[in-house]
């Protein structure tokens, strides 16, 4: 069994892991996730907030994984650990994350759990994918148009 076969298997299993988990959860449920979303309903008795536990779940998952897989040289799976170089807070991430949660909030769905729903029922959510991915595709080419342009344009200031 060669390298390449065994990190394919493991994202396929850790995605078929992620699937069940949100399908479980029901996070899958658009009518679920904009219940927990609708903060204003806390007041009147109207809001959901047992996703939180979902959050909490993959929050303890992820710091243990962080905390003890930092200590190995590298992944099981690959050359090296993948770590983001920018921890600043720019226009950029700030418009993206704004209109990732207007877009959240309005279907009730997001990348993971649209995904999911395929499977369940490809009929309903095919038309939210095949948008999520266009416009992720599109914001590539202009943020790769945008940067051509621009090489500093993206947060690439050289190092002085």
């Not at 903060?39 to 779940?57: E, K, P, Q, T, Y």
Request: with cysteine; hydrophobic share 55%; net charge positive.
């Amino acid at each position: 069994m060669n390298r390449s076969f065994l990190t394919i298997a493991a994202a396929a299993g850790c995605g078929l892991l992620f699937g069940v988990g949100l399908a479980i959860a029901q996070m899958t449920d658009p009518a679920k996730v904009k219940a927990f979303l609708d903060v204003a309903a806390i007041f009147d008795g109207g809001w959901d907030g047992s996703l939180m536990f979902v959050m909490g779940a993959g929050l303890l998952v992820t710091l243990v994984f962080y905390r003890f897989g930092g200590r190995r040289p590298a992944p099981v799976l690959a050359l090296a650990f993948v770590m983001p170089k920018r921890g600043d807070i720019d226009r950029q991430l700030v418009v993206g994350s704004a209109l990732f949660g207007v877009g959240w909030g309005i279907a009730g769905l997001c990348p993971g759990p649209a995904i999911a729903d395929l499977g369940l029922a490809p009929t309903e959510f095919a038309l939210f994918v095949a948008a999520m991915v266009a416009g992720s595709w599109a914001t590539g080419i202009a943020l790769t148009a945008r940067d051509a342009r621009n090489p500093f344009a993206g947060g690439n200031v050289p190092a002085t």
